[in-house]
Each structure stands twice: as C-alpha cells, then as structure tokens.
C-alpha cells in the first residue's frame, strides 16, 4: 500500500486501524527530493544487509514464539523485508527519465501553478507504480477546504487536477490497465448549497458525490440524485458502508466474510451494514 500524500498526519490517513500495522500506508513525499528518504545503504553491501536481516529476523521470530500475537512485532519483521525489497525497486520507479516528452506534457508536469505540477508527479507515481503491480496507491491535493471564496478557490483546486487526472485515465487506458485498475476519486466529505462566511460552503454529511471509473465499473453512468438544492441525497442513496462494499466487490472480495477479531469481536470494514450497490457495476 504506497500512499503519496503527506498533507495530514500519518497515523489519521494513511494507518490501519484496527487491522494489524503490516497493513499501514508506505508514505512518498512527492515534495521532497527523494520522495522515500534512506533507500540507499551507505555502510554495507547488499550481501551483508541480506545477513544483518536474516539475524535480526531469526531474533524477532524467537520473541514471536514466546509472545505468541505480537502485531507490532510482526510489522517489524515485515517491513524490514519490504524496505529490502524497496531498496532495489523504488528508485527506478521514481525516475522519470525513461518517460516520454509527450507522456510529461499529458500529465502536466511541465506547466501550470507547484500544486498542479506536484499533484501531476503524484500522478505520473501513481501509473508507474500500477504497472509494476502495487496493490493500492493512495493520491491526494490539498487546498480543497473552501470556507471563504467559492468562487476563486474552487475553480483553482479544479485547475490543479482536471489535466494530470485525466492524463492518468487515458494513460492506465492505452496501457491497458484501466479494465483491472479500479479508480475512486473523493473527499472528505459534501458541501452545503448555502453560503458560509457570505462567499464559502460548509461541511455536508448528507450530499456527497464521488466518481469512479475502470475496474469493472459501468461508464457513463450516474446513480443517485440529492434533492433540488443540493442539500440531501434522495434517491439512490449509497451509504459509505455501502461505498465500500461495492469497492471489496470489484476487488473481488466479499465484504460479508472479510472479518478480523480485534479485542475480543469480529471486526468488518463494513462494520454490520454494507450492499453492494450493483446498478454501478459493468
């Protein structure tokens, strides 16, 4: 799970909850030259990290077997592999060089404000990492809280995506990818119909609109409606328990037997509720 958004704390985005740390975010700042700090090892061969970790792996699997559930042990055990892995991986996947001018220019890295060229990289991560067969990938742009100037602020966060989002449909598309690469692009939450501070929108649990596309969704296709001001959902309404079930589906998971027992019950995602909202699926 590589997560390329360093705008909010890491244990609120990108943790895992109740779910065991071996399934929390690997974070990329695509602000920051490298975007992963430490892959190269300075000090030692890749032969001697190979033995340093296969005796610090043999010391935690005894403590293990002692401890008998140890998550967080467990987590250290596997991140040192991954980061391992990561080491001989992750910088080629991180070069641009082998992209082609047009691809750079699709994307918009080139052009337009830091953000749109920051959110483009994240982007750019995003196609690249799919291709090589990373699981989920999480992006994010910032700048989206339009309490104050709903009518400078909103179409400036819109210019910031609209092209390298695009680019990336048409990209994963031509390559390929799109028909097993499921896309969800959302928020935090909706926004009301009236106006807050006199030129803003304030938070809205009750209207909220997200689109998806590839991955065995139908295109072209919209579900549900909100009443006439926008306020509440009203007709086909998809509860996020909902949301995230019909996700699991397209994955190929049944969110009805995804369970974990966590402090003494048997956790879902879903918690108890969830239906897979099949007027979306292809």
Not at 111 to 122: C, D, L, P, V, Y
């Amino acid at each position: 799970y590589i997560a390329t958004n360093p705008l909010r704390q890491f244990g609120q985005n990108h943790g895992s909850a109740f779910l065991p740390a071996t399934y929390q975010a690997t974070i990329l700042n695509p602000q920051a030259d490298p975007p992963l700090a430490n892959l190269a090892c300075e000090h030692l061969t890749s032969a001697q990290q190979r033995r340093q970790l296969d005796l610090l792996k043999s010391i935690n699997e005894r403590r293990l077997r002692r401890d008998a559930v140890n998550g967080e042990l467990e987590a250290v055990i596997h991140t040192y592999e991954m980061a391992f892995r990561m080491q001989s991986a992750v910088p080629s996947l991180l070069d641009f060089s082998s992209e082609r001018k047009q691809t750079l220019e699709m994307y918009g890295l080139n052009s337009g404000s830091r953000r749109k060229q920051e959110f483009a990289r994240q982007c750019l991560m995003a196609r690249r990492f799919a291709e090589q067969g990373v699981r989920f990938i999480e992006i994010g742009s910032g700048g989206w809280d339009h309490h104050e100037d709903i009518g400078g602020n909103l179409p400036r966060s819109a210019e910031t995506v609209d092209q390298p989002i695009g680019a990336l449909l048409t990209d994963l598309k031509q390559r390929r990818l799109l028909k097993d690469t499921l896309v969800v692009c959302a928020g935090e939450f909706g926004r009301t119909p009236a106006a807050q501070f006199g030129t803003g929108r304030d938070h809205n649990n009750r209207g909220f609109t997200i689109w998806m596309a590839g991955g065995g969704v139908k295109a072209g296709y919209r579900h549900g409606m909100t009443d006439e001001y926008g306020r509440e959902a009203v007709e086909g309404r998809v509860h996020i328990h909902d949301l995230h079930a019909t996700m699991l589906h397209l994955l190929g998971l049944d969110h009805e037997k995804l369970t974990y027992r966590y402090s003494g019950r048997d956790f879902r995602l879903t918690d108890v509720h969830g239906k897979v909202a099949k007027e979306i699926l292809a």
